[in-house]
């Protein structure tokens, strides 16, 4: 099967699988907890191009050009502890994944309705109950292809397979444990160099077939098994470099906006908005729109929103996220901690070879003329936003500068579209002044 047909089995597969689904077990992973993505009110899933893509939608991690690691902690309505850790790597077929999350509740007070007041008390008889739930999730992506829609848009698939566990003890149930497995799936459009549109279904798998997973069996010797709830989510995102910005607008603006709705179940749809924006290297802002299902309710259709803030510091290799949500459901509200580490490729790609300017070049100019060598099988390389239909192996590009450091990237694809090689020309832009003749000041070591 080709990869365009492929393609369309995952379309139909997400459209048309989650019809007949039932639900008991909760799926932390598919809430995800990424510091970045919290603040951006969780619309990733057109987004996705870090290792929180695992936990909106697979695919994102074939369009990565580096690798990544993210780990986060939180602590949810001043009860619920949540650690996570996630991680992509991209190999030469696209990109492979792992990713764990953990969700538990220590010392839950045993409640029971007093039939004399009608109000629910503390069972005064009964060890307090503690909760834990856990997921493990091994992921692939594919490369770039061609999509069916167009030869001029290039689409990924991704897989995510999960292995579930929930363990309750306490109370009058002593210890109780639950396993299972399901699977996530998803696909990642990119009709222009800056739009992305991408969906994905998680927990696909159908309960009503006990060996394909789908349920969470429990060891309690009732041959009791609970079904995995499933979502789809749908999502949009746009990617504007600083030459799609207005002057002084800084170095990028990323706006995403998605939807989960439930095809099997009458819960409401929920909406997620949110913008990070990048004025510098160094610093990104984040604000969404994050709304949720209110728990607690006999028909689940109360949806509450509330406003997200982020914030990102990078440092070399180094990201330091923070996320703040307020809750309007209780008095706690959440904050989100998150550290990630860039690392390159374990199967680095041939290299696309700046000529002129040769890399590291430092300039007071506003913009350059890039020239540069690409192996014999790239034929078509994207540079700057801007994609070039080679004729041989040596083009040229104008590029704009930036006042500070620039990173030029050159990604490189073959004949079928499929990404083949990378490469990077870093140019330092010097600011010039009225008064100061460009070589007055020393721009190279003495």
């Known amino acids: 099967m080709t990869k365009k047909g492929f393609f369309l089995v995952v379309v139909l597969s997400i459209l048309l699988l989650p019809a007949s689904f039932g639900a008991l077990i ?9 510091a970045r993505t919290i603040g951006m009110g969780r619309a990733f899933v057109g987004i996705a191009d870090d290792a929180n893509s695992i936990f909106y ?5 074939g369009w990565a050009n580096y690798g990544s690691l993210v780990s986060t902690t939180t602590r949810l309505m001043d009860e619920t502890n949540v650690l996570s850790f996630s991680g992509i790597m991209p190999n030469k077929l696209g990109s492979v994944g792992f990713a764990y999350i953990d969700a538990n509740i220590a010392g839950s007070s045993v409640t029971f309705r007093n039939p004399l007041t009608n109000q629910v008390d503390v069972n005064p008889a009964l060890e307090g109950m503690s909760f834990d739930n856990s997921v493990t999730i091994v992921s692939i992506s594919s490369s770039p292809f061609i999509s069916p829609f167009s030869p001029d848009v290039k689409a990924t698939l991704g897989l995510n397979f999960k292995f579930i566990k929930e363990k309750i003890t306490g109370g009058a149930i002593g210890v109780a444990n639950s396993t299972g497995f399901d699977m996530d799936m998803g696909f990642l459009i990119k009709p222009t160099d800056w739009l992305r549109i991408g969906m994905s279904a998680i927990d696909v798998l159908p309960d009503s077939y006990n060996l394909l997973g789908g349920l969470n069996k429990w060891d309690t010797g009732e041959n009791r098994a609970e079904g995995i709830e499933n979502v789809m989510k749908a999502g949009i995102g746009l990617k504007l470099p600083s030459k799609m910005l ?10 995403g906006a998605d939807m989960d709705f439930y095809l099997a179940k009458t819960r409401p749809s929920l909406f997620h908005i949110g913008t990070e ?29 509330n406003f997200t803030y982020g914030a990102g510091l990078k440092f070399s290799n180094f990201l330091f996220d923070y996320a703040y949500k307020p809750s309007s459901l209780t008095d706690s509200n959440s904050h989100y901690f998150s550290m990630s580490y860039l690392v390159p490729a374990i199967f680095e790609k041939p290299l696309i070879t700046a000529i002129d300017p040769q890399d590291r070049t430092i300039t007071y100019a506003s913009s350059i003329l890039l020239k540069a060598k690409a192996p ?21 590009t104008n590029v704009d500068l930036s006042v500070g450091k620039n990173g030029v990237k050159m990604w490189g694809f073959d004949e079928n579209s499929i990404r083949a090689a990378t490469g990077e020309c870093r140019v330092l832009r010097l600011a010039s002044f009225n008064d100061v003749p460009d070589l007055y000041w020393a721009k190279d070591p003495i």
């Open 277 to 305: 924006w990048w004025p510098s290297d160094y610093l990104g802002m984040r604000m969404g729109l994050d709304q949720d299902i209110a728990p607690g309710g006999v028909d689940k259709t109360a949806v509450v929103s």
């Open 246 to 255: 207005p002057k002084g607008m800084g170095k990028e603006l990323i706006v």
């Open 57 to 61: 939608n697979p695919s994102g991690g």
């Open 26 to 34: 909760v799926d932390p992973s598919k809430f995800g907890v990424g």
């Open 376 to 396: 014999a099988k790239v034929k078509k390389v994207i540079v700057a936003e801007s994609q070039i239909t080679l004729t041989g192996n040596i083009f040229e």
